[in-house]
């Protein structure tokens, strides 16, 4: 099994910044991919940003050039960086994690349990 922490979250003005942090632990022989999302309300949850194991990122049109994915591989550990935030940014933030439990297990997906992340006007 496969915990994940998110921590990071509150309440911001329109404009500034916060990040959040995911921490993967359990049994783990490899991330295959480290993922953001959000819900706000009555909204479908929506993909932020995606970080696979080749370093490659994918990020929403609507946080393109404010947010960024990163990774500590050593801290199974993911992050988003959140810059010049809106009120429409204003969700449940949720990480999710691409894990292999061993060698021959094929990946497994698990979620955070969210964090809210509110922007004020």
């Known amino acids: 099994q496969v915990q994940l922490v998110e921590s990071g979250g509150g309440l911001v003005q329109a404009g500034g910044s916060l990040r959040l942090s995911c921490v993967a632990s359990?049994?783990?022989?490899?991330?295959?991919?480290m993922d953001w999302y959000r819900q706000a309300p009555g909204k479908q949850r929506e993909l932020v940003a995606a970080?696979?194991?080749?370093?490659?990122?994918n990020y929403a049109d609507s946080v393109k050039g404010r947010f960024t994915i990163s990774r500590d591989s050593a801290e199974n550990t993911v992050y988003l960086q959140m810059n010049r935030l809106k009120p429409e940014d204003t969700a449940v933030y949720y990480c999710?994690?691409?894990?292999?439990?061993?060698?021959?297990?094929?990946?497994?997906?698990?979620w955070g349990q969210g964090t809210q992340v509110t922007v004020s006007s």
């Open positions: 359990g049994t783990i022989f490899a991330i295959n991919a």
């Open positions: 999710n994690v691409w894990v292999r439990a061993s060698m021959y297990s094929p990946p497994a997906d698990y």
């Open positions: 970080l696979n194991d080749n370093g490659d990122t």
